[in-house]
């Protein structure tokens, strides 16, 4: 592999900063230029940064628009608990405030918009969902209870219906509804 592409250290705190920096110059952007408009050469620009650096961490666009909406701003992320249904309704709406977040929204669009013809953006989604499945069975661990892909997909796909193909607000009201039908549905899928 040629030096270009040797994939940064992530415990380097520089590395970190600078991540860190790009990241939030992308957040920036992202409502201003749209997902076709933050390119490379602009994002190097306005963080100060070479193309290169950008490449290095990113080696495609999915992948930055990945990593922006993992490494996203807090929004109050819930806190493991026993209760199943309050850590499921404090997911949801840690959903919603996330995708109530322009950037966020802007990147998760763009990502789900292009997995028809981009491998990577196909294998972001994948990384993305696969991650929150896992970080919702994290919080649900000290109730006992793991939950399946499948039933990960039925809790949370009428919010980001909602969300995103309909365009409607989600409610505190919409989201206990989701978590009553959620626990009380099909068993075994």
Same mark, same amino acid.
Request: charged share 25%; hydrophobic share 40%; proline share 7%.
């Given at each position: ?96 405030a996330g995708l109530s977040d322009r950037p966020t929204r802007a990147a998760v669009l763009a990502v789900i918009a292009q997995t028809d013809y981009d491998p990577d953006s196909t294998e972001a989604l994948t ?6 499945? @896992? ?17 990960? @997909? ?36």
């Amino acid at each position: 592999m040629s030096n270009h592409r040797r994939r940064p250290e992530l415990s380097n705190p520089r590395v970190q900063r600078t991540r860190a920096r790009v990241l939030a110059v992308a957040r920036e952007l992202l409502p201003e230029a749209g997902p076709a408009g933050l390119t490379y050469a602009l994002l190097a620009e306005r963080a100060d940064v070479t193309r290169q650096t950008l490449y290095r961490h990113w080696p495609n666009r999915a992948s930055l628009l990945s990593d922006l909406l993992l490494e996203g701003p807090d929004v109050g992320y819930p806190a493991p608990g026993t209760d199943v249904r309050t850590v499921a309704r404090e997911w949801l709406t840690s959903l919603r405030a996330g995708l109530s977040d322009r950037p966020t929204r802007a990147a998760v669009l763009a990502v789900i918009a292009q997995t028809d013809y981009d491998p990577d953006s196909t294998e972001a989604l994948t990384r993305i969902v696969e991650n929150r499945h @896992a970080a919702f069975n994290t919080l649900l661990e000290p109730s006992g209870r793991q939950v399946t892909a499948d039933e990960y @997909a039925l809790l949370t796909s009428p919010v980001l219906f909602r969300l995103i193909v309909e365009g409607l607000e989600v409610t505190d009201r919409f989201i206990d509804a989701v978590v009553t039908q959620w626990l009380s549905g099909p068993g075994e899928l």
